[in-house]
């Protein structure tokens, strides 16, 4: 639950603001990126993905930005909401997902009403 | 909707107890994951698993064992459990190595306490 924020980079954001999370990922052959949200108390829960063949992929509020020339990903949330406070973590896949996916440690966004 | 069941969302056990966490996925998911999260180390992953009585260690798989008799249930042991093993045990499961790109699924967790 709540311990799960605990030692990680937080994220402060104005309800009503746009937030941008972002990820660095190691492995420069993974072609394959999902974002997940974690609320307290509850699993993991997938936002978007996106293949290493897109630079940008949108879906309801959010969109997922993709630079594999240095490594990045970065999860874009359109006026930001406080139910969208939770932990968020990038995962990557070296191989189109037939091994597992490898998990960031996570950023906190946590929204000011 | 997929849906990942894990049986118990708190477990309070004693040291030595063998432990018995169990996944159940209704999505007919080949792949099944479990994972242990722990503050400021992120998700680590156990074992898995690509298909009945198949199972593959994952970083951490000391002091646990895996068991998959049936494809919709993946289920965690611990053989004695001990206080380093309190953590929050999350299950996953995603659809197959014929299905390439496609996310894993979570359940809501287990946090499991060994006094």
């Known amino acids: 639950g709540e311990s799960v924020g605990l030692h990680l980079p937080t994220l402060s954001v104005q309800e009503g603001d746009n937030s941008i999370i972002n990820c660095a990922y190691s492995?420069?052959?993974?072609?394959?990126f999902i974002w997940y949200k974690q609320e307290s108390g509850k699993g993991p829960q997938f936002i978007i993905d996106i293949r290493s063949n897109m630079d940008k992929r949108q879906g309801q509020r959010v969109t997922v930005l993709l630079n594999k020339t240095v490594k990045h990903l970065s999860l874009q949330i359109a006026a930001t909401q406080p139910g969208d406070s939770a932990v968020y973590f990038c995962a990557e896949s070296p191989d189109s997902g037939n091994t597992p996916l490898v998990f960031g440690k996570g950023t906190r966004l946590s929204v000011i009403a | 909707d997929v849906k990942v069941t894990q049986s118990s969302r708190y477990l309070v056990k004693r040291t030595g107890e063998k432990v018995f966490l169990e996944c159940v996925q209704d999505m007919d998911h080949e792949n099944m994951f479990w994972y242990r999260q722990d503050p400021g180390l992120g998700l680590r992953l156990i074992y898995f698993s690509y298909d009945v009585k198949m199972k593959e260690k994952g970083d951490i798989p000391e002091g646990y064992s895996v068991s998959r008799e049936k494809k919709e249930r993946f289920s965690l042991i611990l053989e004695s459990a001990s206080t380093n093993q309190t953590s929050m045990y999350l299950c996953?499961?995603?659809?197959?190595?014929?299905?390439?790109?496609?996310?894993?699924?979570f359940g809501d967790g287990t946090r499991l306490s060994i006094l």
């Open positions: 996953a499961s995603s659809l197959g190595p014929g299905h390439s790109n496609q996310p894993q699924h």
């Open positions: 492995n420069s052959a993974s072609d394959y």
